[in-house]
């Protein structure tokens, strides 16, 4: 079946380095896409969004980069922090009006001090 | 704003013993949904209700049922625990509204059936 996917299960950086986090999906017609922040104990949290119309949006220190001809999507963030550890999921939307969307795995980012 | 809460925080059950899984919105959310997050898997969609009054299956619906109480609330029930039910359950909500939004999730109910 089509699902959404990661390539690398941890990631451990640096603090004040850049941390990429990569996101595979399989589904053409997807037309949405986010990235979730998961904290140990706590539930997903939205961090950024973009449409299929687009190829690139940024947050604060985050930025999302969506490669539709390789199905492919990532998350850039900036100057990573210590609290920026966490695990990091992306979810997709199938083309509908109804917001139901299909979740990655996730990645988990360790950031040293 | 207390956005999307969930009750318990944590359960543990025997197996056959039913339980309900309570979850509340306060952002005047049409829709709803129930997840279940396993150790190395995505989240996965049990029920959801696109808008009060309704509610359709997801990808994983068997062994449980919903309840859309009202516009606020949507309950999450097991009528029969079993083990392979042992997981984290996510309620969240989106405006439904508009197309496009991301889901707010609740923190979480942890439950463990022995």
């Known amino acids: 079946g089509e699902s959404v996917g990661l390539h690398l299960p941890t990631l451990s950086v640096q603090e004040g380095d850049n941390s990429i986090i990569n996101c595979a999906y399989s589904n053409s017609a997807s037309d949405y896409f986010i990235w979730y922040k998961q904290e140990s104990g706590k539930g997903p949290q939205f961090i950024i969004d973009i449409r299929s119309n687009m190829d690139k949006r940024q947050g604060q220190r985050v930025t999302v980069l969506l490669n539709k001809t390789v199905k492919h999507l990532s998350l850039q963030i900036a100057a990573t922090q210590p609290g920026d550890s966490a695990v990091y999921f992306c979810a997709e939307k199938k083309g509908s009006n109804f917001n139901k969307f299909y979740f990655g795995s996730g990645t988990k980012l360790n950031v040293k001090p | 704003n207390a956005g999307v809460t969930q009750t318990p925080k944590f359960q543990v059950l025997k197996t056959g013993q039913s339980m309900t899984l309570q979850c509340a919105q306060d952002?005047?959310?049409?829709?709803m949904y129930w997840y279940r997050q396993d150790p190395g898997m995505g989240l996965r969609l049990i029920y959801y209700s696109a808008s009060e009054g309704t509610t359709d299956k997801g990808e994983v619906p068997n062994g449980y049922n919903v309840s859309r109480l009202n516009k606020r609330e949507f309950s999450l029930r097991l009528e029969s625990a079993a083990p392979s039910q042992t997981s984290v359950y996510f309620c969240a909500s989106t405006s439904g509204a508009i197309s496009n939004q991301p889901q707010h999730f609740g923190d979480g109910t942890r439950l463990s059936i022995l």
């Open positions: 952002m005047n959310h049409n829709s």
